[in-house]
Nanobody, 115 residues
Framework: QVQLVESGGGLVQPGGSLRLSCAASGSIFSIYSMSWYRQAPGTQRKLVATIISGRTTNYADSVKGRFTISRDNAKNTVYLQMNSLKPEDTAVYYC?????????WGQGTQVTVSS
């Protein structure tokens, strides 16, 4: 099994930045990809960014050029650097891993972009 602990959410003004972290423990050797999803109130959870095998990255069109996903294998942690934040980025952000042991989700961290 894989355990995920997210941190880094909070309140930020439009145009500001935040960095989310997701620390993995347990059967981390089985992890193939790590992703960030987000869910705004009344909407479905949507993919924000994915990093595969620590190198290949993919982003939702809405965050391209503003968000960067990265992975520190030594710390078993995936990051989401979010710049030029907009009010529409407000959501609960979830970390997700996919690997030989299956799919696991973190508990979520709230990001609120507001003046």
């Amino acid at each position: 099994q894989v355990q995920l602990v997210e941190s880094g959410g909070g309140l930020v003004q439009p145009g500001g930045s935040l960095r989310l972290s997701c620390a993995a423990s347990g059967s981390i050797f089985s992890i193939y990809s790590m992703s960030w999803y987000r869910q705004a109130p009344g909407t479905q959870r949507k993919l924000v960014a994915t990093i595969i095998s620590g190198r290949t990255t993919n982003y939702a069109d809405s965050v391209k050029g503003r968000f960067t996903i990265s992975r520190d294998n030594a710390k078993n942690t995936v990051y989401l650097q979010m710049n030029s934040l907009k009010p529409e980025d407000t959501a609960v952000y979830y970390c997700r891993t996919n690997g030989a042991d299956g799919v696991y989700w973190g508990q979520g961290t709230q990001v609120t972009v507001s003046s």
